[in-house]
């Protein structure tokens, strides 16, 4: 059973993971090598190695070793959790870009990027239309004299403000909408998905919306590009066909532009330089894990990786609740499948195969928020029984089903269960709004608004029924 256990990284992942060590009676020591968070933290500790112990077949014990002020340390683990994440190593792909070193100006990548005084009467082009590159063209665009922002295949472009000005994550991820879309065949779940996105502004018209429709890329979170394009502030681009000295051009259009600074949001790549390939293998842009943690093929499951996930919605609780999971299967109080089940599993998995229901998850390292943490909760049985809870907790379960997918429905039971969940999920929106409702305003009731409400519990109760019978 591992006691003492060696976390690298202390992200967010790392944090949740030292946090679950904790609760379950092991003694983590995290491994980061700047200089950001404390507790029982190794600051500006690089991890060289780590590599099995000679009788790891008996003991899966690790050694790890380290750089701390150009000492370096050795030290035995009965576990490791890897939590570096995916966003490790910026991807800078020069040679897609023809001419790039005939320029003149200055282009950096997006992770060397920290305030828009830079940018102060410049003519900006920002390469890539992920959340990064699209903040970073917004906030140039306050300061710039022109921005581009250059795109190969679109993005949808969500608000946070969402439907009646709710967070948008508190109405898109209940498990009813994650039902509804799951049951739906994918081109219909895929229209939907359009129609919802192009509630707030057509994004054909502003020269945004995916090339690629039918598999699901990452939202991006941005509640000001619209209007920076709709007063010409940021200007939407194909990609780049050629960069010339002191500008660029772009495919189909052949007018050259000027430009002075090009920042490449490419994205990251992602490996495990401490690791030898024989434990994790990183291909693709994913590694053979199963269920994204384990390695499917160590003779011991000692060795987990945390955060290593794209899931479409938050990542702090998906990483807590991978976190939680091998926790205990390190413990030894939960077990994993025989190795050759978990490699059948994986490689079926990277086959990306559509299942012509639901949205289509094909891209490496995607998956379904809801689905997926569900799936991690049953084996440590702490996924809510809406079932059960309906017949001895009706207002909770149809709170559950329909409302928000908070956190807090990941601790009503089981290990880890929280006494005040309940609570906290019944009162969650009027958290949410406390901090918006400075100025109280009277509202006169409508009778007819009254009735509509009643109607419609009818109608959800109804649903509740047909689904779980």
């Keep these: 059973m591992a006691q003492r256990v060696a976390v690298v990284g202390a992200g967010v992942s790392g944090l949740a993971s030292v946090k679950c060590c904790l609760e379950e009676g092991l003694e983590p020591t995290c491994f980061e090598r700047s200089d950001d968070l404390g507790g029982l933290w190794r600051f500006t500790t690089k991890v060289c190695s780590i590599t099995k112990c000679p009788d790891f077949t008996v003991s899966g014990q690790w050694e790890v070793v380290t750089l701390h002020e150009g000492k370096h340390e050795s030290a035995i683990f009965d576990a490791v959790m890897v939590c570096t994440g995916f966003l490790t190593d910026p991807y800078l792909p020069l040679d897609s870009f023809p001419g790039i070193n005939a320029f003149k100006g200055q282009y950096f990548h997006s992770r060397q990027y920290k305030h828009p005084d830079i940018f102060k009467d410049k003519r900006v082009l920002v390469v890539g239309m992920g959340n990064s590159g699209t903040d970073i063209a917004v906030e140039a665009s306050h300061l710039a004299k022109k921005v581009f922002l250059s795109t190969t295949g679109g993005a949808w472009v969500l608000s946070r403000v969402f439907d009646s000005g709710y967070p948008w994550d508190m109405v898109f991820m ?244 929280w006494e005040g969940a309940r609570n906290a999920i019944m009162t969650q929106w009027d958290r949410t709004f406390k901090v918006t409702k400075s100025r109280i305003v009277r509202e006169s009731p409508s009778p007819f608004e009254s009735l509509l409400k009643f109607f419609s519990f009818l109608v959800l109760l109804m649903a509740v029924f047909l689904i779980f019978l």
């Design 174 to 417: 209940t498990r009813f909408q994650n039902l509804l879309r799951n049951s739906l065949p994918t081109p219909i779940a895929t229209w939907w998905i359009a129609r919802k996105m192009d509630n707030r502004f057509s994004h054909a018209n502003y020269g945004l919306i995916p090339e690629d429709r039918a598999q699901l890329k990452e939202f991006v979170l941005n509640d000001e590009l619209p209007g920076r394009i709709i007063t010409g502030k940021v200007f939407i681009r194909p990609s780049i066909k050629e960069v010339k000295e002191y500008a660029v051009i772009f495919n189909n259009t052949p007018k050259e532009e000027p430009i002075d600074i090009i920042v490449f949001a490419t994205g990251y790549t992602f490996a495990f330089p401490f690791l030898d390939e024989s434990v994790v293998k990183v291909e693709d842009g994913q590694a053979s894990l199963y269920k994204y943690i384990f390695p499917a093929h160590l003779q011991k499951p000692t060795l987990a990786v945390i955060g290593l996930i794209k899931p479409l919605g938050s990542m702090i609780p998906t990483g807590e609740t991978q976190a939680r999971w091998a926790v205990r299967v390190l413990k030894g109080v939960n077990k994993l499948p025989p190795p050759s089940v978990m490699i059948e599993e994986v490689n079926a998995r990277k086959e990306n195969k559509p299942s012509w229901f639901g949205l289509c998850y094909c891209k490496a390292l995607q998956s379904d928020y809801i689905t997926y943490i569900d799936e991690l909760l049953t084996y440590i049985n702490a996924k809510p029984n809406l079932f059960s809870m309906l017949l001895t907790d009706p207002r909770l379960a149809l709170t559950v089903f329909f409302g928000p997918c908070s956190p807090y429905q990941f601790r009503l039971t089981g290990p880890g269960k």
